[in-house]
């Protein structure tokens, strides 16, 4: 998949995959991948800040645990993030209904 297709879906795209889970970031990274049939491979660089990004703006949290030893940083939604996911999901179904207004089946009848 093209990157610039992902522009301004990343952070939905985020926050629907911690949607009702707790999940470290190399498991989002994971979850996406999985989720989208592998077309979403998308690198640390690219989520880790994006995280970041999230937690500051409330709507993530995230919090540390020890699994094995090793450090881990545990990323959930918040109330606000659980809202703009809402939100994001609406503004998708609207999008993509406009969308295959344009791209789907056609011919269409012109109006003259």
Known sequence: MKPDVLRGHL?????????????????????????????????????????????????????????????RRTYHLTKAGQRALMQERTAWREFTAAIEGVLGEGPWPVQA
């Open 11 to 71: 952070d939905a795209l985020l926050l629907a995959t911690l949607d009702g889970t707790r999940l470290h970031g190399y498991a989002i990274i994971e979850a996406l991948q999985l989720r989208s049939g592998g077309a979403l491979d998308l690198p640390t660089g690219t989520v880790y800040p994006a995280l970041r990004r999230l937690e500051r703006a409330g709507y993530v949290a995230s919090e540390w645990s020890t699994v094995s030893g090793r450090q």
